[in-house]
């Protein structure tokens, strides 16, 4: 079984994509290469594979990582299935979790995060859960976004030392970051994620 997130970046036009490119490639870098785990193509479109426990992880971080832009979002569909056929770019292979990724992203008007496994419990949940995550994370500053992507890549690290890592004045700048995003809530949502999608 493989996750598949299928994107696309939200007012694209309205920021130098050399501002952001370079930031999303990192990301995509990160959890896997290119071309076989991850494309980017259309000039704003993306796709890439992940194992299905770290799809909402990555999703999330993918997510601060644009947002840090402002007037910028990416809207995003997870796919959890089967691949048949592995090519040699990851836009030339099929299954199950890719046409699930598909459809289910071409179901997305105004959600910007959604999930399709073809379990009907399981999705109807994870939605109703990702539309009112999404009311929060919506919401997300330039400045919040790069205070939650430094709390997801660093979760080892204390407000203290993310304040260190992040040049900000003061721990408190730090606390209001996570608060004000929510960041105790998604992760209680990608603590619930795994802790279900282990059991599909």
């Keep these: ?3 598949v997130i299928t994107g696309d970046i939200i007012n694209s036009r309205s920021v130098d994509p050399s501002q952001w490119m370079v930031q ?3 990301v ?8 076989k785990d991850w494309e980017i193509y ?4 993306f796709q890439l594979k992940v194992q299905p426990d770290q799809a909402l992880y990555v999703a999330l971080l993918l997510k601060a990582t644009i947002k840090h832009f402002k007037d910028l979002d990416v809207r995003m569909a997870i796919g959890i299935g089967e691949v048949d056929y592995e090519g040699a770019k990851i836009t030339e292979s099929n299954g199950s979790a890719f046409i ?7 179901t997305l008007k105004k959600e910007t995060l959604a ?3 073809g379990k009907e419990v399981f999705d109807r949940n994870t939605n109703l859960m990702l539309s009112l995550a999404t009311l929060t ?7 919040s976004s790069e205070i939650i992507k430094a709390a997801l890549l660093h979760p080892e690290k204390n407000q203290k030392e993310l304040a260190q890592l992040l040049n900000k004045k003061s721990q408190g700048t730090i606390s209001e970051g996570l608060k004000r995003g929510g960041f105790d ?3 209680r949502l990608m603590n619930y994620y795994k802790d279900e999608i282990s059991k599909i």
């Design 1 to 3: 079984m493989i996750a």
């Design 24 to 26: 999303l490639k990192e």
């Design 28 to 35: 995509l870098n990160s959890v896997g290469t290119e071309p």
């Design 42 to 45: 259309r000039g704003d479109s």
């Design 100 to 106: 699930r990724s598909g459809e289910c992203f071409e």
């Design 115 to 117: 999930i399709s496994t």
């Design 137 to 143: 994370i919506n919401t997300w500053t330039p400045v």
């Design 185 to 187: 809530e998604i992760q």
